[in-house]
């Protein structure tokens, strides 16, 4: 039987971010949660992961924040934001 | 012969019954209201307090179809009082609002998002119609949906419609009558995700589908079914610990597998074409209004116009309403045997009724504002810039809202605080808006003002009496900010709070929506808060106008024929009688015995007697002050002020209203709870006795509190 050398494969992914680290505009793709029970209600949103966010606008006291999710325009606090991590999209 | 069986069939017709479920903003309020018009009565959902809209869907037949408005939701998981509602209707086939079809509103402009919901609804095997709303923004956007792609992909009837043109409308009615099966197919393998768990429940509990099982394993806490089914509860609770499960991942692993599936069908159903979207005049306008000047401003300009639309506009009507039940009084009390029985009638309860009709123009006003600023979407975008100031202080960026409006009226104020979601939010709103100064402290404030402090002084530019007006309403202000900042603390939080919130699209307002909503508005206070307010005036009636014993034909015999007397004139006369009268009945006893207790705020038992009768409502002040002075004309403040500024303090000699009994005086009123429509309608909106009676208390103490401070301080 021949011998396969396994091969290693190693993917470089971008560093996670939090959504809340977005700046105005840019674009990221949803990865995961870390806070489970936000993550519900998040999901039920529309943040899936996989779903690209988009950073549409900011509260003129800096918080909370507008991303375009799913279609539609949604508002939510830094503090909700910055439990969903993203990877960035250039 | 055959007429007479038609009708009794007609009689015989049994009620279909229909619910309508949706996200929010999905147009669902619009679709009721063009399938039910005004045939709508507002009632309660049993042990929470959340309002249950039924209405009658009324066919040419003869047909009717009942139809409840489940509360707005994004999933079936419970986790407010509005989602419980419609989950427990929902998933539990006997619970008694359980419908025979499910209608599901979706918004086919923001179809991925809509259709979680749905999807969770074709789970529990029910017999559903999708109603695929805003069919016309899609066209405009240059979309094209594949509507029966899109049903054969679900496996449930699908029909468009626009329910503000009522486009596809009578389809959806037609479709009502036609029999319903059951979703042909599973929307996703929720068996896959917990297999063992699915099969114990189905075995203890009867259910229609496996989703409706893996909502018990998930919410076994919250489902009231369980309350008088502890062995089955037992049972489950058993089976779960045995299976080591993670209900959070549980519920995450059901939203992802839902999402993939929708994402697929979207991706099938919907083509798009380069037509330019409305988003970007949504994008525009945001950009205005949340800016971080303008948006303020325009926001301030907003509240300011219905601030004043809500004092002066209103003033018409309420002139006319006034004047309207001045005339059905004298009618009355001509028309009527001369008695008790008038007395009662026209003093008690036709006065009573003008005092609660007379608040309607200010609830249709505020209400229509509102409903136009929620139809539109701007409304979202005042909680997005308000949020941050007001968290601090446990309330929601829409309470601002109420909170203006209690600067012209409480009452419609409080009525509004629905908008707000988050009941912890929503009952600080409700609990702090009366200590904004209204506009019945108003003729209060200035008769006071005028009485201790002189007119023409001034600090520089600014007079002293414009100052002190606006210093009590800044203190008004403060004090319901600070009120909120200590309930943030006490009070237990129900539910998470959470902002995540949809920033809809704009739209031009429904009008026929904002008209329902006023009619229904006012219905609610007439016919709730009426009867409070009514019975209280009566009471409060009662307790001015008799008094024990012989008290009050004593003191006619004592003017009757008196020859000094006949010299001062009819008016002077009949002015000092009414006067004695309220000194010797229930109220006067009243204020008399509480005078120690209001003694050290330096009042008397005159102001304790106008406290009494101010009890329903402050501006009653001034009409008391004015019988007890024996002022004749109630409307004439200068004599009024004329009689109190030479009233003696028998005990110092000077004069008894001071600067420090004013100022304790107009604290008092500040904060004081002295308005029974207010608490009438907080027990109404709280569906409970416990939060008007603590508002009460808490605010009668720091009006006390208040008071007393500022009279030792300044005597």
């Known amino acids: ?90 | 012969m055959a007429q007479s069986n038609s009708t009794l069939h007609l009689v015989n017709q049994p009620k279909i019954k229909v619910a309508l479920v949706g996200n929010p903003n999905s147009g669902k309020s619009t679709l009721f209201n063009a399938l039910t018009g005004l045939n709508q009565k507002t009632g309660n959902f049993p042990g929470v307090t959340v309002d249950k809209k039924v209405g009658y869907i009324k066919y040419d037949s003869g047909t009717i179809a009942e139809c409840v408005d489940l509360p707005g939701t994004y999933s079936l998981y419970p986790k407010s009082m509005d989602e419980q509602v419609a989950f427990e209707v929902l998933c539990n086939p006997d619970n008694e609002n359980h419908p025979d079809i499910t209608i599901v509103v979706a918004d086919a402009s923001n179809l991925k998002r809509n259709l979680f919901l749905v999807s969770q609804i074709i789970d529990l095997k029910i017999p559903v119609i999708l109603a695929l709303n805003m069919m016309d923004m899609v066209e405009k956007d240059g979309d094209i949906i594949d509507t029966i792609r899109l049903s054969e992909k679900l496996g449930v009837k699908v029909i468009g419609i626009s329910a503000r043109s009522k486009e596809g409308v009578e389809a959806l009615k037609e479709a009502i009558l036609q029999p319903i099966p059951v979703p042909q197919y599973d929307f996703i393998d929720i068996k896959k995700i917990a297999p063992e768990l699915i099969e114990k429940v189905k075995s203890v509990v009867k259910v229609n589908s496996d989703f409706a099982a893996f909502q018990i394993i998930n919410n076994l806490q919250e489902l009231s079914y369980f309350d008088h089914n502890r062995d089955k509860k037992i049972k489950i609770e058993d089976a779960l610990n045995t299976f080591i499960i993670d209900k959070n991942q549980l519920q995450q692993k059901e939203s992802v597998e839902r999402y993939k599936v929708i994402n697929r069908i979207v991706e099938e159903c919907i083509a798009h074409t380069s037509a330019i979207k409305t988003e970007t005049f949504t994008h525009k306008l945001d950009t205005l209004l949340t800016h971080r000047i303008w948006g303020y401003v325009i926001f301030l300009m907003v509240l300011f116009f219905i601030f004043q639309a809500i004092f002066f506009l209103a003033a018409y009507p309420m002139d006319w309403i006034e004047a309207l039940f001045v005339s059905i009084s004298e009618f009355t009390a001509n028309a009527m045997p001369p008695g008790e029985l008038n007395n009662l009638v026209v003093n008690g309860i036709i006065a009573g009724l003008s005092g609660v009709v007379i608040f309607i123009p200010q609830i249709a006003l505020l209400f229509t504002f509102i409903a136009i600023l929620e139809d539109t979407g701007y409304m979202a975008r005042v909680s997005f810039i308000m949020d941050k100031m007001l968290r601090k202080f446990g309330l929601n960026g829409r309470s601002v809202i109420p909170l203006i409006s209690g600067v012209a009226c409480a009452v419609p104020a409080i009525m509004s605080a629905r908008t707000i979601s988050n009941w912890k939010e929503r009952i600080i709103t409700i609990m702090v808006t009366p200590l904004m100064s209204c506009s019945a402290r108003l003729p209060v404030y200035t008769l006071l003002i005028s009485l201790v402090i002189p007119e023409d002084e001034k600090l520089g530019f600014f007079n002293y009496q414009g100052m002190i007006l606006m210093g009590l309403y800044l203190v008004g202000f403060l004090a319901a900010i600070m009120a909120a900042l200590v309930m943030k603390w006490i009070l237990k939080a129900r539910e998470k709070s959470y902002f995540i919130m949809e920033l809809p699209v704009y739209r031009t307002p429904q009008w026929r929506n904002v008209g329902i909503t006023i009619f229904e508005k006012v219905k609610i206070f007439l016919w709730d808060a009426g009867k409070i307010i009514v019975a209280i005036s009566v009471i409060l009636w009662y307790l001015s106008s008799h008094a024990p014993g012989n008290r009050l034909a004593d003191i006619d015999k004592k003017y009757e024929g008196h020859v000094i007397w006949k010299d001062m004139g009819e008016e002077v006369v009949n002015a000092k009688i009414a006067s004695e009268k309220l000194e010797a009945s229930y109220a006067g006893i009243l204020g008399k015995s509480i005078e120690p207790a209001i003694a050290p705020l330096g009042f008397d038992w005159k102001i304790g007697i106008s406290l009494v009768t101010s009890f329903a409502a402050r501006e009653v002040f001034v009409g008391t002050m004015a019988t007890i002075y024996s002022v004749g004309d109630t409307d004439n403040t200068q004599s009024i002020q004329d009689k109190m500024r030479a009233e003696i303090n028998p005990a110092t000699g000077l004069p008894k209203f001071t600067i420090a009994v004013g100022f304790s005086l107009l604290l008092f009123y500040a904060f004081a709870m002295q308005c029974m429509s207010t608490l009438a309608i907080v027990y109404r909106e709280t569906k409970n006795i416990k939060w008007p009676l603590i508002q009460f208390f808490y605010m009668s103490a720091l009006a006390y509190l208040a008071s007393l401070l500022v009279y030792q301080l300044l005597k």
């Not at chain 1, 870390?34 to 998040?42: E, G, N, P, Q, R």
């Open chain 1, 1 to 90: 039987m021949a011998f396969r050398m396994p091969i290693f494969v190693v993917i470089m992914k971008d560093p996670l971010q939090h959504l809340s680290d977005l700046k105005l505009g840019e674009k990221a793709i949803i990865d995961s949660f870390t806070d489970s029970v936000m993550a519900l209600k998040l999901l039920e949103m529309g943040c899936t992961p996989g779903e690209l966010v988009q950073l549409d606008r900011i509260a003129p006291m800096g918080d909370p924040i507008a991303i375009t999710v799913s279609g539609y325009l949604l508002s939510l606090r830094k503090e909700e934001a910055s439990t969903i991590l993203v990877s960035p999209v250039k």
